[in-house]
């Protein structure tokens, strides 16, 4: 079991950037791959970016086409937080994000069995 808390969102204009962060609870943080999705007004919830566990010191790690080249997502696992690092942010990424868990990687909101609560980034043109 774990719980996710994301934190960082906010208002920022078009081109700025944010750093999204999710803290875990549980000392099994290092066996959990994480993804980020977001849920803007009016649509599913798409995936984001996501990267996986650290069995082998190797993060993979995954991103949208709408995130490629522009967020990076990153763990530290010692502080049990995964980071979203979103630059030259555009009014299209306005939504909800949220960070979720689970054993293995991937892109269907389906796959991940933990979820937080989400944060706010409105992004203004």
């Known amino acids: 079991q774990v719980q996710l808390v994301e934190s960082g969102g906010g208002l920022v204009q078009a081109g700025g950037s944010l750093r999204l962060s999710c803290a875990a609870s549980?000392?099994?943080?290092?066996?959990?791959?994480m993804g980020w999705f977001r849920q803007a007004p009016g649509k599913e919830r798409e995936f984001v970016a996501g990267i996986s566990w650290s069995g082998s010191n190797l993060y993979g790690v995954d991103y949208a086409n709408s995130a490629k080249g522009r967020f990076t997502i990153s763990r530290d696992n010692a502080k049990n937080t995964v980071y979203l690092q979103m630059n030259s942010l555009k009014p299209e990424d306005t939504a909800v994000y949220y960070c979720?868990?689970?054993?293995?990687?991937?892109?269907?909101?389906?796959?991940?069995?933990?979820w937080g609560q989400g944060t706010q980034v409105t992004v203004s043109s």
């Open positions: 979720a868990a689970d054993s293995r990687r991937g892109r269907l909101r389906s796959e991940y069995a933990y």
């Open positions: 549980g000392r099994t943080f290092s066996s959990y791959a």
